[in-house]
């Protein structure tokens, strides 16, 4: 929850002290997450975002909250920050002396941010948001829905968990002879072909590039596990990829050719994939975003393996004057498509 509020004092850290303790200091707090992580800011840095990272200390030097902005800065010193994840740690520091200090060591003016709380939703959070001046985005980018799937428990009870529907299509999957292994040393240019067939065949959007993905594997290649399915005749089927942090994983990567789906070749790749993230010590896998109106077949894949439904607290936003909140939710629901 928000707690009561006192007096902080925000800091900007440079890159070489981030470098050396930001995963160590974010990894202490309940609510940190892969995309508060340096390497998930040195990732985003490859597509034109600039990561900013904060720290918040008490009267007492206690660190009671960090923040890692993406940042993207304009003409007239206007500049846009966005939130991925964060900030994490005691939000009701989240105020008029945080963004002032966000705007005055970014050199801004004017000035938008929208924040993606990754953390349960919580009424009191809410009210602590509002009165700091925070409103919910009009255009959320993400559904704020999620599903957990507890990794710490015994194969057998995990099995147990998971839908008779789904453990009948997993036994399927084990009679075509296919093969689920960790990839070691990922192929961008393979990785891209499949997701470019499933896109074709699903009629999606590009979910990820060739660059996107020579960048996931470069800077987050300490923090992906990735696993394939290949045919009998070794032929690459479908990938299956987790970011980690701590002890928790976030579903990351998912992309399957037209004939795995003959063979369900993507339950016998998840199980694989979540019980080797088990033997790693992970307790909690998030399953990434659902929609169970518009995306009925993901949601029910994700459900079928015992796995529970979350709302995080979501995106809000916030802008030095409401024309440009305004602007910045229409550009962003434009680019997005709706």
Known sequence: MGGKFSVVNWKLLGIQETQKKWNNLLIKFKTANIYQSFEWG???????????????????????????????????????????????????????????????????????????????????????????????????????????????????????????????????????????????????????????????????????????????????????????????????????GALIFGKQAWDFIAAANVESRKIYASYGLYWALARHCHSLGIKKYDMGGIDPALNPGVFNFKKGVGSVPVEYLGEWDWASHEGLRLGANWMINRKIGR
């Not at 009671?64 to 846009?80: D, E, I, N, P």
């Open 42 to 240: 040195e990732y985003k840095a490859l597509s034109g975002w600039s990561p900013y990272r904060w720290i918040a200390s008490d009267e007492q030097n206690n660190i009671v909250a960090l923040f890692q902005g993406l940042v993207r800065k304009y003409s007239f010193k206007t500049g846009m920050i966005w939130g991925t994840g964060g900030p994490v740690g005691n939000i009701s520091f989240c105020g008029d002396s945080f963004r002032q200090t966000i705007f005055n060591d970014l050199n801004l003016k004017n000035g938008y941010c929208r924040f993606f709380f990754q953390r349960q939703y919580d009424i009191n959070d809410t009210l602590v948001l509002k009165k700091l001046g925070w409103q919910r985005a009009l255009y959320p980018i993400n559904s704020g829905l999620s599903m957990f799937s507890d990794l710490f428990i015994k194969e057998e009870d995990a099995l147990s968990a998971c839908s008779k529907n789904w453990r009948r299509n997993l036994r399927r999957s084990n009679k075509f002879g296919l093969k689920f292994y960790q990839w070691h040393c990922p192929d961008p240019l393979k990785i891209s072909s499949i997701y470019k067939e499933m896109e074709s065949y699903k009629q999606l959007k590009e979910q990820f590039s060739f660059v996107d993905l020579k960048g996931i594997f470069e800077k987050l290649k300490n923090q992906i596990i990735l696993f394939r399915c290949d045919d009998s005749m070794g032929n690459l089927l479908a990938i299956r």
